[in-house]
T-cell receptor, first 115, second 113 residues
Framework: DTGVSQDPRHKITKRGQNVTFRCDPI?????LYWYRQTLGQGPEFLTY????????KSRLLSDRFSAERPKGSFSTLEIQRTEQGDSAMYLC?????????????FGQGTRLTVV | GQQLNQSPQSMFIQEGEDVSMNCTSS?????WLWYKQEPGEGPVLLIA?????ELTSNGRLTAQFGITRKDSFLNISASIPSDVGIYFC?????????????FGTGTLLAVQP
């Protein structure tokens, strides 16, 4: 296991369709984060899991967004009824969550384009 | 969402020059992280800082955790073309009410060979 893996790398969808992204964190990392990044901006926090528990959600995460981490390993982020404003890079990160293992490591991201 | 202030916003330098950038916040953090991001890729962790006043190096990169815990600095010495990218700081309060990373607005670095 060499790092955080995200799938797909790119997704083009029509407005109104649902999309789902997957994130596989580094093995044994119990914290998992989802971020969204638009052009020219830094990543913005969406939600965070400790093991399977979703401990925090940003107000950016509207009712159309849902994230799960059912077994405390991989996570999925679903966007329902996509809108053009959802077009962005969706980034996943994981960390050990204790001591100096608190550094978060990011995946390569999923670029979503809503047309 | 909340973002930290980074400066400068962009830098265009010659190969071999040294670079300095900083990140400031209105709130304190107990951890500062510096990342580099290249086009179409996720951020890559460069340096992590855990104590106020701490100075940490990673090759040609040196970063400092500000004494006030509200700022951090990153220096790159003897820049090379592969240093090109966007550099982001991130502040974290691990163990607190939230463990999320708050990112800066980024510094775009361009290096002329």
């Amino acid at each position: 296991d060499t790092g955080v893996s995200q799938d797909p790398r790119h997704k083009i969808t029509k407005r109104g369709q649902n999309v789902t992204f997957r994130c596989d964190p580094i093995s044994e990392h119990n914290r998992l984060y989802w971020y969204r990044q638009t052009l020219g901006q830094g990543p913005e926090f969406l939600t965070y899991f400790q093991n399977e528990a979703q401990l925090e959600k940003s107000r950016l995460l509207s009712d159309r967004f849902s994230a799960e981490r059912p077994k405390g390993s991989f996570s999925t982020l679903e966007i329902q009824r996509t809108e053009q404003g959802d077009s962005a890079m969706y980034l996943c990160a994981s960390s050990l969550g204790r001591g100096k293992g608190t550094e978060a490591f990011f995946g390569q991201g999923t670029r979503l384009t809503v047309v | 969402g909340q973002q930290l202030n980074q400066s400068p916003q962009s830098m265009f330098i010659q190969e071999g020059e040294d670079v300095s950038m900083n990140c400031t916040s209105s709130s304190i953090f107990n951890t500062w992280l510096w990342y580099k991001q290249e086009p179409g890729e996720g951020p890559v962790l460069l340096i992590a800082l855990y104590k106020a006043g701490e100075l940490t190096s990673n090759g040609r990169l040196t970063a400092q955790f500000g004494i006030t815990r509200k700022d951090s600095f990153l220096n790159i010495s003897a820049s090379i073309p592969s240093d090109v990218g966007i550099y982001f700081c991130a502040g974290v309060n691990y163990g607190g009410a939230t463990n999320k990373l708050i990112f800066g607005t980024g510094t775009l670095l361009a290096v002329q060979p």
